[in-house]
T-cell receptor
Framework: GDSVTQMEGPVTLSEEAFLTINCTYTATGYPSLFWYVQYPGEGLQLLLKATKADDKGSNKGFEATYRKETTSFHLEKGSVQVSDSAVYFCALSRRSGGNKLVFGAGTILRVKS | GAVVSQHPSWVICKSGTSVKIECRSLDFQATTMFWYRQFPKQSLMLMATSNEGSKATYEQGVEKDKFLINHASLTLSTLTVTSAHPEDSSFYIC?????????????FGPGTRLTVL
């Protein structure tokens, strides 16, 4: 079945450091890929998405590129801020799978000032 | 973006009692809502798909009689954990689906922490 694997956390960075959170997936066909962020005490929010190979999703300085050849969708940000501290979830969905979301385990990011 | 609320945000109950969790879409209508369960340091696991006016569709391994879902209106879905036991303690999250330009997007509630003593 479909699955998503994320790097384990927590990831602890200093402010203005470069961020990479790895995400790889296993799925039949051509899934859409997502990154969600969950701030403390809040619900998951869609951070960015990509619906086909080589698409780049971007939002709030975060970027991720849909790499079909490596089945990856790694999240990057050039300069993190303390306010980026949150849990980040990689996910996929397929139309043939009823558009249900399949999530990775989540990666905790802690940014220190 | 669209807002989804959940009530209560946390609940503690005794073993054997039933607990109802509400999921509301505040500024939009949703014919489809989803219920997830999240264990500590683990991913969100889809429990069921709730469709307004019809029976919910449960994922494999989820007990229908244990987790009762009702989607009586376009803005409200409820999850009732019947005869709760300590192993039901978890974080329950709902989402509501919106179709935007033929694309399905889910908006998530903040979650409900259930602790069964």
């Amino acid at each position: 079945g479909d699955s998503v694997t994320q790097m384990e956390g927590p990831v602890t960075l200093s402010e203005e450091a470069f961020l990479t959170i790895n995400c790889t997936y296993t799925a039949t066909g051509y899934p859409s890929l997502f990154w969600y962020v969950q701030y403390p005490g809040e619900g998951l929010q869609l951070l960015l998405k990509a619906t086909k190979a080589d698409d780049k999703g971007s939002n709030k300085g975060f970027e991720a590129t849909y790499r079909k050849e490596t089945t990856s969708f790694h999240l990057e940000k050039g300069s993190v801020q303390v306010s980026d501290s949150a849990v980040y979830f990689c996910a996929l969905s397929r139309r043939s799978g009823g558009n249900k979301l399949v999530f990775g385990a989540g990666t905790i990011l802690r940014v220190k000032s | 973006g669209a807002v989804v609320s959940q009530h209560p945000s946390w609940v503690i109950c005794k073993s054997g009692t039933s607990v109802k969790i509400e999921c509301r879409s505040l500024d939009f209508q949703a014919t489809t809502m989803f219920w997830y369960r999240q264990f500590p340091k683990q991913s969100l696991m889809l429990m069921a798909t709730s469709n307004e006016g019809s029976k919910a569709t449960y994922e494999q391994g989820v007990e229908k009689d244990k987790f009762l879902i009702n989607h009586a209106s376009l803005t409200l879905s409820t999850l009732t954990v019947t005869s709760a036991h300590p192993e039901d303690s978890s974080f329950y999250i709902c989402s509501a689906r919106v179709v935007v330009n033929s694309y399905n997007e889910q908006f998530f509630g903040p979650g409900t922490r259930l602790t069964v003593l």
